[in-house]
């Protein structure tokens, strides 16, 4: 059973910036393919961007609404993966949750972190 424990939402004003971190445990975190999915107030949850296990190259994703603004990345001695957001906009606004799987389908989740964006 993974354990996900999300970091670093909060409140900031839209063409900021913030960092949100996710630690993981229960398993081997290498193995892990690890994903940042959002889901916004009347909205269906949407993938921003996963990155794939140590193994397959860390190959990384975005979805085309924040391409060249977020950074996924993964720091394997930390059991920890970051999303790092940038020029953050009102749209950008939802609770950010933080996916694991070590294959299929992303089923282990965290609690979540509330991102606002104010205009």
């Known amino acids: 059973q993974v354990q996900l424990v999300e970091s670093g939402g909060g409140l900031v004003q839209a063409g900021g910036s913030l960092r949100l971190s996710c630690v993981a445990s229960?398993?081997?975190?290498?193995?892990?393919?690890m994903a940042w999915y959002r889901q916004a107030p009347g909205k269906q949850r949407e993938l921003v961007a996963d990155i794939s296990s140590s193994g397959n190259g860390n190959y990384v994703n975005y979805a085309d609404s924040v391409k060249g603004r977020f950074t996924i990345s993964r720091d394997n001695r930390k059991n920890t993966v970051y999303l790092q957001m940038n020029s953050l906009e009102p749209e950008d606004t939802a609770v950010y949750y933080c996916?694991?799987?070590?294959?299929?389908?992303?089923?282990?989740w965290g609690q979540g972190t509330q991102v606002t964006v104010s205009s």
């Open positions: 996916g694991a799987a070590l294959r299929g389908p992303f089923t282990s």
């Open positions: 229960g398993t081997i975190f290498t193995l892990l393919r």
